[in-house]
């Protein structure tokens, strides 16, 4: 059976503790399935970003997918980290959770004309552009305005960020950026414009990257790309670096923020602009954990499925990305406990609906027992959905002995408020 796992999740007593609280405590509180967030491993996270980006003057943008929280956003501006958007709606929150204009980046491969016009009015730092055609209507939007936007635009440098395929944006054929040789024309025609300063370059190639060599690879293409630009006479001023940044879901393999901080300070060092960089995951993903009990565990051959109240609404990573949460019960059992093979499942009508297949979880797994999926801070409680007419799950904050609900769950009472029988 997995051991957790982090300074802030850990068993105690044979019991799952999330900070100084038992998960089982949290659960007599409220309805399975839920979100847990740790607060002090967000913060720690945040620390040891400064620490490995701050110390070469990178700027952090915390992209905002991930998780977009109210209260965990909140305590990322307080901790003074911008933020990158992708939509008008994100731009809302940010806005709501106190982060400042200039301290934003909106990025988005199709932003319309609406979310570009809200963005200019909020005074966005930077608008990550990703198409000529882009760029002519904000130059429009802006002139109408009376306005002058920052621009960087994100360039696909052709890179395979060797991760899984539906989370590679930057090579030919994705849809994210634009061809290198089309940015140099762009930066050429823009030059002069008089309500765009088009002076940066963007990339991002993808993420869950644990393979460094992908990104350096791209970091260099965009450098001799900003090297080109500026021996044309153009100036950039500023390269965006992406994100992407692996965390250990319990195999072993992640990115060392140091080791990319360290290539990114190589790579740029004879570039005189500023320099950022736009993580997520991994940020939150450690920080968070999903809640769940066992409803049934159905004896079958060749292995029983444990079947959860949690499903792929709640969790879609699995279904969509074949993805690996570390599965573990609430109550840990002895070392020399019996530990048996299961098929976890959901219970929405999907085959998909499959957390993992062989999952070793104790001999004696009951039903009505709690387990929990781990690092599920990122891109978790942000996807989920309420097919099948489910409920959407509640987020909850520990800080010490105290625990918060910051977002209620979404009956199907509240979705039913939204329909209309004519
Ligand atoms: N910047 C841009 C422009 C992005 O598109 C993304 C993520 C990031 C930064 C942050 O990447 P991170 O550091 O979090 O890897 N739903 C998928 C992940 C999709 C990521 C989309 N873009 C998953 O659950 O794995």
């Not at 059976?1 to 068993?11: D, E, G, K, R, V």
């Not at 970091?219 to 001023?237: E, H, K």
């Not at 950022?276 to 292995?303: C, Q, W």
């Amino acid at each position: 059976m997995n051991t957790p796992l982090n300074t802030h999740i850990a068993y105690r007593d044979q019991q799952l503790h999330i900070e100084s609280l038992t998960v089982g405590q949290i659960a007599e509180q409220i309805e399975t399935p839920f979100y847990c967030y740790s607060k002090a491993m967000l913060l720690d996270n945040i620390q040891t970003c400064r620490d490995a980006f701050g110390r070469y003057g990178i700027d952090i943008h915390y992209a905002v997918k991930a998780n977009s929280n109210l209260t965990l956003l909140s305590l990322i501006a307080t901790q003074g980290l911008g933020v990158d958007l992708v939509s008008g709606g994100e731009l809302k929150r940010v806005a709501r959770a106190g982060v400042p204009g200039d301290s934003m980046v909106f990025s988005g491969v199709g932003k319309t004309q609406t979310e570009l016009r809200d963005a200019l009015l909020k005074g966005v730092g930077r608008i990550n552009v990703e198409s000529a055609e882009e760029l002519a209507v904000l130059a429009d939007i802006a002139a109408e305005m009376n306005v002058s936007a920052q621009v960087s635009l994100r360039v696909n440098p052709d890179v395979a960020a060797n991760t899984h395929a539906h989370i590679t944006t930057g090579t030919k054929g994705n849809k994210f950026g634009i061809e290198p040789a089309q940015a140099i024309e762009l930066m050429a025609e823009y030059a002069a414009h008089p309500f765009l300063c088009v002076d940066g370059l963007a990339m991002h190639i993808g993420s869950q990257i644990c393979d460094i060599e992908p990104y350096r690879q791209a970091v260099t293409r965009l450098v001799d790309l900003a090297q080109q630009v500026i021996g044309d006479d153009y100036p950039v001023n500023h390269l965006d670096l992406g994100g992407g940044f692996g965390v250990d879901y319990g195999d072993g393999q992640a990115l060392s923020l140091e080791s990319v901080a360290q290539a990114i300070a190589e790579i740029t060092e004879s570039f005189g602009g500023s320099v950022s960089v736009e993580p997520g995951r991994f940020l939150v993903a450690n920080i968070g954990m999903l809640v769940s009990r066992v409803v049934y565990v159905k004896e079958t051959e060749p292995l029983p499925f444990a079947i959860l109240d949690a499903g792929m609404t709640d969790l879609m990573r699995p279904a969509l990305y074949q993805a690996r949460h570390q599965t573990v019960p609430v109550k840990q059992r002895a070392e020399s406990d019996d530990v048996r093979a299961y098929d976890v499942v959901g219970p929405v009508c999907e085959s998909t609906d499959t957390f993992s297949r062989g999952e070793l979880l104790p001999a004696s797994l009951a039903e009505g027992e709690l387990v929990v999926f781990l690092s599920a801070g990122a891109y978790c409680a942000v996807m989920s959905n309420s097919y099948n007419s489910r409920t959407i799950p509640a987020e909850l904050l520990v800080d010490g002995d105290e625990v918060s609900v910051i977002r209620h769950a979404i009956t199907q009472d509240a979705l039913l408020a939204y329909e209309e029988t004519p």
